[in-house]
């Protein structure tokens, strides 16, 4: 069945950097596009990013654009996102998720970033 | 980007009840829009695709409906398992952008 393990969640002062990663299993990784969604406390679901099945493509919310960087490396099965410069905004609990044609159809259980001094 | 705006932000409802939840584009997206269903704690679930296809393991009393800007959500018969916060989100264009949520709580 398909899984999905973020970790590299934590406490982390504003301006510092954190890399969270998403290890997948379960499913052909290589032929499916993965997104980072993220939470925060008592809020909505905001989408971050997004790379390509083959890693060609990448976008990014706004939001954090020229801060965070998705990666993923096929040998691992597992993709990450580079955050720096986080600011306390970014605190939330960052989903890892697979990409569907029309949507995003499996996710992780998510790992909490807190961003406070 | 698209912005997606659901409502309404919350309903009360009783087991047995049909509810229908709605959720507008501020621009035409096809039939490029998905609802996701999330419990306290919990990742969201996948539910409905491209409008209006059922993911493969959800109750049929889950169904999608609409094109272009308007889309409905309805559960035909609330189960005491469907309170939750149901989400919309646009799959038209990057970046992609999710409604603010409804959460369906018990009357």
């Known amino acids: 069945q398909v899984q999905l393990v973020e970790s590299g969640g934590g406490v982390v002062q504003p301006g510092r950097s954190l890399r969270l990663s998403c290890a997948a299993s379960?499913?052909?990784?290589?032929?499916?596009?993965m997104h980072w969604v993220r939470q925060a406390p008592g809020k909505g679901l905001q989408w971050v990013a997004v790379i390509w099945y083959d890693g060609s493509e990448k976008y990014y919310a706004d939001s954090v654009k020229g801060r965070f960087t998705i990666s993923r490396d096929d040998s691992k099965n597992t993709v990450y996102l580079q955050m720096n410069s986080l600011r306390a905004e970014d605190t939330a609990v960052y989903y890892c998720a697979r990409g569907h044609r029309s949507g995003i159809d499996f996710w992780g259980q998510g790992t909490l970033v807190t961003v406070s001094s | 980007d698209i912005q997606m705006t659901q409502s309404p932000s919350s309903v009360s409802a009783s087991v047995g009840d049909r509810v229908t939840i709605t959720c507008r584009a501020s621009?035409?997206?096809?039939?490029?829009l998905a609802w996701y269903q999330q419990k306290p704690g919990k990742a969201p679930k996948f539910l409905i695709f491209a409008a209006s296809s059922l993911q493969s393991g959800v109750p049929s009393r889950f169904s999608g409906s609409g094109s272009g800007t308007d889309f409905t959500l309805t559960i035909s018969s609330l189960q005491p398992e469907d309170f939750a916060t149901y989400y919309c989100q646009q799959a038209n264009s990057f970046p992609l952008t999710f409604g603010g949520g409804t959460k369906v709580e018990i009357k």
């Open positions: 621009q035409g997206i096809s039939s490029w």
């Open positions: 379960g499913f052909t990784f290589s032929s499916y596009g």
